[in-house]
């Protein structure tokens, strides 16, 4: 097997103890983006070789796919509106548990998933912990709507970048049909009071700022550390 690299081995080591959590009979989260695939592939093997039980709700194109590949049972939120653990990945996270998400443009699901799950669990790797989130937040927005959510993001401070797709002209474009846009705020001092007021935006579908993840699991190359939310 091929030996993996520094961050890869951290990411790898905060999917695998997620996934200590998972039992079964549990209706789990599946994320996006390359940490939650770890998480993927192992509940998978888990699902071949012991016999795990268990349901997944993907947050994405790419995560079915992957999940179906790697054999675990897939339902819809219809089918599982409540979840017992959600595991996904982040691009930032704070020492209070705020994330930004929304790297993989998959944030409007991944927030569905999330807030539909009993425990949220977030797996990074130590390069993505920050003192204050600073990354260009992700949107998604109905392409009908760009010009409004523009301005609206520019009297809250912040300047929209559309993302562009790689091996295609033109914007990326979502799972759910549309266009994602990177604001740049600069440092956030309050991410739940910047969440409530893009939340408030008409048009813009969904933004990458989470304030509800419960236990952080944060990989390095020789441990795992975990953050959790006092309740
Ligand atoms: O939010 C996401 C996708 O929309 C991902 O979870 C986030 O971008 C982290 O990805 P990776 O684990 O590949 O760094």
């Known amino acids: 097997m091929k030996e ?13 103890k997620a996934c200590e959590l998972v039992k079964d009979g ?10 939650a695939a770890y998480a993927i592939r192992l509940l998978g093997r888990r699902v071949r070789d012991e016999g795990l039980d268990i349901v997944g709700v993907p947050t994405s194109y790419a995560s079915e796919e992957l999940a179906i590949e790697y054999g675990i049972p ?5 089918e599982r509106p409540e979840l017992d653990i959600d595991i996904d990945g982040a691009d930032q996270v704070d020492a209070s548990l705020n994330l930004i998400k ?34 260009p937040v992700p949107i998604e927005v109905l392409p009908y709507a760009r010009r409004l959510v523009e ?3 520019a009297e809250l401070g912040g300047r929209c970048m559309m993302r562009m797709g790689t091996g295609k002209d033109g914007p990326i ?5 549309n266009i994602i ?23 813009l579908v ?21 953050l959790e939310r006092k309740r």
């Open 102 to 135: 929304g790297g993989g443009a998959a944030h409007t699901r991944e927030k569905v998933v999330a807030c539909s799950s009993r425990l949220f669990v977030v797996v990074i790797d130590d390069k993505k912990m920050k003192d204050l989130l600073s990354r």
């Open 181 to 203: 846009m990177d604001c740049d705020f600069g440092p956030i001092e309050s991410p739940a009071l910047l969440s409530q007021k893009l939340s408030a935006i008409p048009g």
């Open 151 to 153: 301005r609206k993001v």
């Open 173 to 177: 474009i979502s799972d759910n049909g």
């Open 26 to 35: 549990m209706a789990v989260g599946l994320g996006t983006g390359s940490t």
């Open 74 to 78: 897939l339902v819809s939120l219809a």
């Open 206 to 226: 969904e933004h990458g700022i989470f304030t509800n993840a419960d236990i952080v699991y944060i990989g390095y190359e020789d441990r795992v550390e975990s």
């Open 4 to 16: 993996l690299s520094g961050s890869e081995l951290a990411k790898k080591r905060a999917a695998e």
